[in-house]
């Protein structure tokens, strides 16, 4: 018996670890046109796989993925895999004009990148012009074999994404996982049950102390997982810089023979400390990669805004804002704290703030300005929550910390995708480290040229 066993027991080790050291999994986007028929009109969209919502990825942390695009349609297509840190692989995060150039028609790419110490419920959609707007789907990472949730197993995860209705058969007593998505273009999402309390176990795809509430915000771009645990977050308590950003709208000018619908002929505009973020016409990543950022963008983002003013009190006369292609250069590991100071200019409003490559946590936020006397002692270093996506509130502000510890350009912006496309937006250089295991890897074979 014991002879018998033994082998046995040295197969399921084996097993074991390779289970750990995770799988590749292979996908295949077909990006197409399809009609779909709403409210008894029937339209052609874009979608991946004639479906939409898209397909469902389902992955395990550890896994590596290849995910194959080929593009079909007249429009260009990049996807972004929402929440993802793609440490070391920024090639596969997927903004157009960032980290690649569009795949064009008839092109395909091989996104390729594995999933680290990340689990939970993210989603990937397009990262070009307005095309997420049908082509999206949920990107579910679930934890190693043979490690379970660090909350009470629930009876029946069933995944979801969020702006469509939701039918859910439910059974007395039981506890769900639902997996809340918003992956609508322009609205937050309040999401709640009649009569039941929600326990909030994740958050972009990160365990969060449990909390009970009754209604829960999801801004667009934020991802959440009810239902139940903890893992003691590992916020940066020394800071090595320090930046100040106000985010908001504003006006440019119109440009000849158009019409501009912003306040006295203008055009509107949305801004970064005053700076409208210019699109450029090849990608950041590549210019950055190859040393080539001569004409395609400036290493110059400002600190601070270059004009003080009482941010959220009585806006200034002049509106308008200015525009370039500035990035903000970090060395590798360096340790950031970032204020966002929402503008009352033309109106205050709520900004979900996106950034790539990075969880960050939330140390502090509130109403009106930021008081750098008072407020950094308020800061919560100890349990705050970890996202990847923030809402900056209307007339107020909040701070994030992170460790730029994953080299490459790393996009920021307001998930609003109509301010995104005024401007509201910026990037990050994150230089590499001296060790190979903190160098950006150089391009796939693959990558698109524009
Ligand atoms: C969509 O419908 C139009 C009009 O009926 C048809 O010409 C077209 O082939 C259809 N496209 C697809 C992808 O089914
Ligand atoms: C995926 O990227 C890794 C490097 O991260 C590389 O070693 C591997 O060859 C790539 N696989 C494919 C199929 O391109
Ligand atoms: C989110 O869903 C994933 C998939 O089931 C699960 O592994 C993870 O535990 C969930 N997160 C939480 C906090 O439930
Ligand atoms: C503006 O429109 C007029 C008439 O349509 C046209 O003649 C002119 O060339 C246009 N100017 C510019 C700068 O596009
Ligand atoms: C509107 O534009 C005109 C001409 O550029 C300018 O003189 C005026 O001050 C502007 N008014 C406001 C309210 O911005
Ligand atoms: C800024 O404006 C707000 C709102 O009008 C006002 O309450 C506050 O006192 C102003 N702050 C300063 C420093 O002037
Ligand atoms: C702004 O415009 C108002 C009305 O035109 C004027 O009274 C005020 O002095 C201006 N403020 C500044 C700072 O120029
Ligand atoms: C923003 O920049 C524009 C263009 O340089 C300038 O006219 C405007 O005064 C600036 N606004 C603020 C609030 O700094
Ligand atoms: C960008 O700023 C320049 C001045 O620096 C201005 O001439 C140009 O019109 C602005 N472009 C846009 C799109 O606002
Ligand atoms: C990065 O910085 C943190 C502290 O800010 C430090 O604990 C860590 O060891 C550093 N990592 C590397 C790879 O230098
Ligand atoms: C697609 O991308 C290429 C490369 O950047 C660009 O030259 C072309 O104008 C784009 N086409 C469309 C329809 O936007």
């Known amino acids: 018996m014991t002879v018998l066993l033994l082998p046995l027991a040295i197969i399921l080790c084996v097993i074991t670890e390779i289970a750990l050291a995770g799988i590749t999994r292979h996908y295949h986007f077909d990006i197409k046109l399809q009609n779909v028929t709403r ?38 297509m990049s996807i972004h895999w929402h929440g993802i840190r793609q440490i070391q692989t920024g090639w596969a995060d997927g903004p157009a004009y960032v ?46 074999h043979s490690v379970p949730y660090p909350f009470a197993k629930p009876y029946k995860d069933a995944p979801w994404v969020l702006a469509d209705t939701f039918k859910l058969k439910v059974k007395h007593g039981k506890a769900y996982l639902l997996r809340l998505i918003n992956a609508a273009l322009d609205e937050e999402l309040f999401f709640s049950i009649a009569n039941h309390m929600l326990t909030v176990v994740e958050a972009d795809a990160v365990y969060v102390k449990p909390f009970e509430t009754s209604t829960i915000v999801i801004a667009p771009g934020q991802t959440t997982n009810l239902s139940h645990l903890s893992v003691p977050a590992n916020v940066p308590q020394k800071v090595d810089r320090e ?35 210019a699109m450029p016409t090849t990608a950041l990543l590549q210019a950055h990669f190859l040393g080539q950022s001569h004409g395609i963008y400036t290493p110059d983002f400002p600190v601070s805004p270059l004009t003080q003013f009482n941010y959220t009190g009585t806006p200034p006369n002049n509106t308008m804002v ?41 140390v502090g936020q509130g109403f009106g300005n930021f008081d750098p006397n008072k407020d950094p002692a308020n800061l919560n270093l100890v349990d705050p929550v970890e996202r990847n996506t923030v809402g900056v509130p209307a007339d107020g502000w909040v701070a994030i910390r992170f460790l730029a ?19 509201l937006k910026m990037a990050w250089v994150v230089l590499d480290g001296k060790l190979p295991n903190q160098k950006l890897l150089p391009p796939p074979a693959d990558l698109p040229k524009c």
């Open 243 to 277: 930046f100040f950003f106000t985010i908001g709208l504003g006006t440019s000018s119109c440009k000849h023979n158009q019409t501009c619908q912003g306040p006295n002929g203008t055009m509107f505009a949305t801004s970064v400390n005053n700076i409208s973020f």
């Open 322 to 362: 200015g525009n370039g292609t500035k990035l903000m250069v970090l060395p590798f590991n360096t340790s950031v704290e970032l204020i966002m100071q929402d503008t009352s200019i033309l109106g205050a409003e709520s900004h979900p703030l996106h950034l790539h490559g990075f969880n960050f946590f939330v």
């Open 405 to 423: 510890d994953n080299p490459g350009v790393w996009f920021m912006h307001c998930h609003l995708e109509i301010h995104t496309s005024w401007g």
């Open 99 to 144: 980290t690649q150039c569009p795949i064009q028609t008839g092109q395909s790419y091989v996104y390729n990148y594995t999933i680290v110490g990340q689990r939970g419920t993210l989603f990937w959609h397009a990262h070009i012009s307005w095309l997420r707007s049908t082509v999206y789907g949920p990107l579910i990472i679930l934890p190693k």
């Open 39 to 76: 409210l008894c009109h029937t339209k052609s969209i874009v979608t991946v796989n004639g479906q939409f919502p898209g397909p469902r990825i389902v992955a395990r942390e550890g896994d590596q993925l290849l995910i194959k695009v080929v593009n079909h349609v007249q429009n260009n």
